[in-house]
């Protein structure tokens, strides 16, 4: 399959489907996506597991460990989305 | 009231469509090829076929399920209003986000109004449980967080925690458009909605400071002391520009939960129709438990933004 011209740049004329701008915008998307999910993922999860051998250590004062718990898990949930907004904006402008 | 007003003005964020009938000078419509490179394939018509870019898997609308799902979470105009100011033009348009927010002020005037009248000693029924949240707000986020002016804070806390609340919950209620309504959705999935209330706590945090601190030794200990002289203007200014992050990432956060829960929703939804309909149990029940999910996170972002703002105000009241 012939590579595009030196000055292709519309979409409609490319001939290649394999690595114009287009589809590396959308791979980035994704990619960014999954990564941003794999470090909340990361990040709740020690949390998840440091309030649960809090609990096991001092069962009276679970409540105080749940509360912070759920804020602090929103706390990083909001930096995920912050990138999540970031690939959909990407994903859906390209 | 002012909340309304304030998101009534800055609601200049509108879609891209449904914009006729509104009069726009010939000099403001960007011209013909300008943003070609941004636009991408919206300049095509949506919807169309899109030769070789959408064409995954021979599905000629798949490239088609981003906007019809983005559709449903955007904005949409249903009065035209506005002005003109000089050459530009100022819209107001009151749109579907901004009925929203008339519908959750007014539910959330009505059930405060009618619970707040019982007023006794030993409160019993909806007045007790309006206690109940409104004595968490002010015992668990205010005194803990601003010490012992929170007086003056603690009924913006309560607003800012209800309004919240009741816009969040409403975007949950599955009330569609019909005749001229354009139907109940998430008025804090609208980045204006939330950038104006990140900014009313922005603001007030300012006062809080300069009315702890005095309205020149605000500014002047934003610097933390023990900083040598030389050094002095970099840190202003790095410390000045840092005031700004906190409200952006209030605005931001709840913003993005409240859109990301109702997008996964109507992904989940939209498989039904793009993959067969025999995936529906499946796919109903996956947007169930992300529902009861968005119930919690709704409840949960409410909190945060209360309890984030009461923080940042409290920051203020001492010297670092």
């Given at each position: 399959?012939?590579?595009?011209?030196?000055?292709?740049?519309?979409?409609?004329e490319v001939e290649s489907l394999t690595m114009n701008q287009f589809s590396l915008g959308y791979l980035a998307a994704g990619i960014g996506a999954g990564l941003a999910?794999?470090?909340?993922?990361?990040?709740?999860?020690?949390?998840?597991?440091?309030?649960?051998?809090?609990?096991?250590?001092?069962?009276?004062?679970?409540?105080?460990?749940?509360?912070?718990?759920?804020?602090?898990?929103?706390?990083?949930?909001?930096?995920?989305?912050?990138?999540?907004?970031?690939?959909?904006?990407?994903?859906?402008?390209? | 009231m002012i909340v309304l007003v304030a998101a009534l003005l800055l609601a200049q964020a509108q879609p891209e469509h449904h914009r006729e009938g509104v009069?726009?000078?010939?000099?403001?419509?960007?011209?013909?090829?300008?943003?070609?490179?941004?636009?991408?394939?919206?300049?095509?018509?949506?919807?169309a076929v899109h030769k070789g870019e959408h064409e995954k898997s021979g599905e000629e609308h798949k490239g088609g399920i981003a906007e019809h799902i983005f559709e449903h979470v955007q904005d949409e105009t249903v009065v035209p209003l506005g002005f003109w100011a000089g050459q530009r033009y100022v819209r107001?348009?009151?749109?579907?986000?901004?009925?929203?927010?008339?519908?959750?002020?007014?539910?959330?005037l009505i059930?405060?109004?009618?619970?707040?009248?019982?007023?006794?000693?030993?409160?019993?029924g909806g007045y007790n449980?309006?206690?109940?949240?409104?004595?968490?707000?002010?015992?668990?986020?205010?005194?803990?967080?601003?010490?012992?002016?929170?007086?003056?804070?603690?009924?913006?806390l309560c607003t800012a925690f209800f309004f919240i609340l009741f816009m969040n919950l409403c975007g949950l209620l599955p009330i569609p458009a019909f005749g001229g309504f354009p139907g109940v959705s998430t008025a804090t999935g609208n980045v204006s909605v939330t950038v104006v209330l990140a900014l009313f706590t922005f603001v007030l945090t300012q006062i809080a400071g300069m009315r702890a601190q005095g309205a020149v030794?605000?500014?002047?200990?934003?610097v933390p002391g023990g900083v040598p002289g030389a050094l002095w203007p970099l840190m202003f200014v790095i410390e000045f520009f840092g005031l700004f992050t906190k409200p952006f990432a209030l605005t931001v956060r709840l913003f993005a939960n409240m859109v990301a829960g109702h997008i996964v929703i109507f992904f989940l939804i939209a498989l039904t129709l793009f993959i067969s309909v025999y995936v529906a149990p499946v796919s109903?029940?996956?947007?169930?438990?992300?529902?009861?999910?968005e119930l919690f996170v709704a409840l949960v972002q409410a909190y945060v933004f209360t309890m984030l703002s009461a923080l940042f105000i409290g920051m203020t009241q001492h010297a670092h």
């Open positions: 399959m012939p590579l595009p011209a030196a000055g292709a740049t519309g979409i409609l999910v794999l470090g909340a993922g990361f990040g709740i999860g020690r949390l998840a597991s440091a309030a649960m051998e809090g609990t096991a250590r001092q069962p009276s004062a679970g409540g105080d460990i749940r509360t912070s718990m759920i804020i602090a898990a929103a706390l990083i949930e909001g930096v995920t989305l912050f990138a999540e907004v970031v690939c959909i904006i990407l994903a859906v402008k390209v | 009069p726009v000078p010939e000099t403001a419509r960007p011209a013909a090829g300008e943003h070609g490179a941004t636009l991408g394939h919206q300049e095509v018509a949506p919807g107001l348009d009151i749109t579907k986000h901004v009925i929203n927010m008339w519908i959750a002020a007014g539910i959330l059930v405060v109004g009618l619970a707040a009248r019982k007023r006794a000693v030993i409160p019993k449980m309006l206690e109940t949240f409104v004595m968490f707000i002010r015992d668990e986020i205010s005194v803990k967080n601003i010490g012992h002016n929170n007086d003056q804070y603690t009924s913006y030794g605000y500014w002047t200990h934003l109903v029940a996956f947007a169930l438990g992300i529902f009861m999910l």
